[in-house]
């Protein structure tokens, strides 16, 4: 099952520069996106969503941007700090009612000092 | 600022076993979730519940798995007979409310080792 994809594992940046980490979806009845951020031994952060009526929402330093033509959709991480070194998971909401949120494999991003 | 709470943070217990994974959800929050992420695998939805009753459950939900919200406060996961594949660490989440806007918020986890 692999109806949301995240197909880099690992992204290093340096500190002060731009991170992208991105996220392929197949299932066209997707409406919601989520991202979250993990660090070791703690659960999943709730970070930023999109609605599939929107192309970009931001907030502060995080930006996610929604292709919905390419089932694309993006976080930029602007400026990057070594605070923001975790897994990135992207997660995905269907229209149904019960809204269980489909996951990424994530992607392990290291901000370097 | 509000959080959700997991018990134990460690469970280690023998194939065949019953566990049960407790959780205290957000207080006002009205909808409850369990998803486990085997190691180095995806994280996996198992069961929302809401209006004290199970509202979707996955694949893997079996009836070997059991959830409850026994008081105002905790939602408990049950394995009443445990397998290897089990382990897992085993993520509660709650969310206020569903539609556009429905972020679930996670506790830390519970790593189920089953031997």
């Known amino acids: 099952d692999q109806q949301v994809k995240q197909n880099s594992p690992s992204l290093s940046v340096q500190e002060g520069r731009i991170s992208i980490l991105n996220c392929d979806y197949t299932?066209?009845?997707?409406?919601?996106f989520l991202w979250y951020k993990k660090y070791p031994a703690e659960g999943p952060t709730f970070l930023i969503s999109i609605s599939s009526i929107k192309d970009k929402n931001e907030d502060g330093r995080f930006t996610v941007f929604l292709n919905k033509s390419a089932k694309h959709l993006s976080l930029h991480i602007v400026p990057s700090q070594p605070g923001d070194s975790a897994v990135y998971f992207c997660a995905a909401s269907d229209a149904g009612n019960n809204r269980k949120l489909i996951w990424g494999l994530g992607t392990s991003l290291a901000v370097n000092p | 600022e509000p959080e959700v709470t997991q018990t134990p943070s460690h469970q280690v217990t023998q194939m065949g076993q019953e566990v049960i994974l407790r959780c205290v959800p957000i207080?006002?929050?009205?909808?409850f979730y369990w998803y486990r992420q085997i190691l180095g695998q995806k994280v996996e939805f198992l069961v929302s519940?809401?209006?004290?009753?199970?509202?979707?459950k996955s694949e893997i939900f079996d009836d070997q798995f059991s959830v409850e919200r026994p008081d105002g406060s905790n939602f408990t996961l049950k394995i009443r007979s445990t397998k290897l594949e089990d382990s897992a660490m085993y993520f509660c989440?709650?969310?206020?409310?569903?539609?556009?806007?429905?972020?679930?918020?996670f506790g830390p986890g519970t790593r189920l080792t089953v031997l």
């Open positions: 207080s006002n929050h009205l909808y």
């Open positions: 519940f809401y209006n004290n009753e199970i509202s979707e």
């Open positions: 989440a709650s969310s206020p409310r569903e539609g556009f806007g429905n972020e679930q918020f």
């Open positions: 299932n066209s009845m997707f409406d919601y």
